[in-house]
């Protein structure tokens, strides 16, 4: 199955997963905290000097490219906030949503999914006050975490059929396939999973 992780070596590879939990968390949590721009500015420049000290000039560049994601917000976020005239909060937000996606990106680039699954699910044990089975969290996220980069490649693929079929460009003309493609693939799985007993709730 697809996975997040990198196909470059980093020395964050080592580092166990609920370390880089922890940090990732306590990272993200910071940023909320700072409204300077030109130290947001300063985290995001460090964060770039991360990913290239952890895996040089490719990992740098994949994680670079992996924020073309971010550019529909980083545009409605500018064009918004030089309309209300308030640039400096628009500049600071702008690289915290920046900053943010680099360090999640980061955690999930040098950290297998099964390592994930089995953190999570180490830290969710609380749940069970509330009835709620943390094996079943787990595999969800699992789930969830490696479903984005298949689905994204499967839109780009119905795009491009779109396309060979038609000048006209939209992403509405492909929502109804995608959404079907995706509701058959969430019944396979719970055809497999429940082919194998389902998420039973397990016992310590």
């Not at 994601?69 to 308030?86: D, E, K, Q, R, S």
Request: proline fraction near 3%; charged fraction near 15%; aromatic fraction near 10%.
């Amino acid at each position: 199955m697809f996975t997040n992780v990198s196909p470059h070596n980093t020395k964050l590879d080592e580092i166990s997963v609920q370390k880089k939990i922890v940090l990732s968390c306590s990272a993200a949590a910071i940023l909320f905290f700072i409204k300077n721009p030109l130290v947001m500015f300063s985290i995001f420049l460090m964060l770039l000097l991360i990913y290239f000290l952890a895996g040089g000039l490719k990992f740098l560049g994949l994680g670079l490219y992996h924020l073309k994601i971010t550019v529909p917000f980083v545009v409605i976020l500018a064009f918004w906030h030089l309309y209300l005239g308030h640039l400096d909060k628009g500049v600071t937000l702008i690289f915290r949503l920046i900053s943010a996606f680099l360090i999640a990106n980061l955690f999930l680039m040098t950290s297998k999914i099964h390592d994930i699954i089995l953190a999570i699910q180490k830290y969710s044990l609380y749940l069970k006050i509330f009835g709620i089975n943390p094996h079943a969290v787990s595999i969800t996220i699992g789930l969830f975490i490696r479903s984005i980069p298949i689905l994204n490649q499967r839109a780009k693929n119905l795009m491009l059929a779109q396309s060979a079929r038609s000048t006209k460009r939209s992403f509405w003309r492909i929502s109804v396939p995608l959404a079907l493609s995706i509701l058959d693939d969430a019944d396979h799985v719970s055809d497999a999973l429940r082919a194998r007993g389902g998420i039973k709730k397990r016992e310590n």
